[in-house]
């Protein structure tokens, strides 16, 4: 069964640093690309980073450009989310998922273009 699974969520202040997980089964993510969104209550979700699993080329949206970093570890079919300097607006549920193929700076951000999901993991942002 494919199943994308995030942790590392939690309650942080602002300024302060949380790195997620996302860990996939039932399929390698050699040929895949992994993007981690985040959906903030009461808006749309948003693209923030999209790594390409075989040669770990990356996208980045502006508004987490400076601040948040993805990495690959496919030894453990795993990629991870590191976000530094959080700011109260960076609360969300976030989301990681992925697609057959390449990250591309034009296309990363597009929802539909992902085929899996994972269920999603909360991060708070508050003093």
């Known amino acids: 069964q494919v199943q994308l699974v995030e942790s590392g969520g939690g309650l942080v202040q602002p300024g302060g640093s949380l790195r997620l997980s996302c860990a996939a089964s039932?399929?390698?993510?050699?040929?895949?690309?992994i993007g981690w969104f985040r959906q903030a209550p009461g808006k749309e979700r948003e693209a923030l980073l999209c790594?390409?699993?075989?040669?770990?080329?990356?996208n980045y949206a502006d508004s987490v450009k400076d601040r948040f970093t993805i990495s690959r570890d496919k030894g453990n079919n795993t990629v991870y989310l590191q976000m530094n300097n959080l700011k109260p607006e960076d609360t969300g549920v976030y989301y990681c998922?992925?697609?057959?193929?390449?990250?591309?700076?034009?296309?990363?951000?597009?929802?539909?273009?992902?085929?899996?999901w994972g269920q999603g993991t909360q991060v708070t942002v508050s003093s």
């Open positions: 998922a992925s697609f057959t193929g390449w990250c591309a700076v034009d296309t990363f951000h597009l929802a539909g273009g992902y085929d899996y």
């Open positions: 039932g399929f390698s993510l050699d040929d895949n690309a």
């Open positions: 790594i390409s699993i075989y040669d770990g080329n990356k």
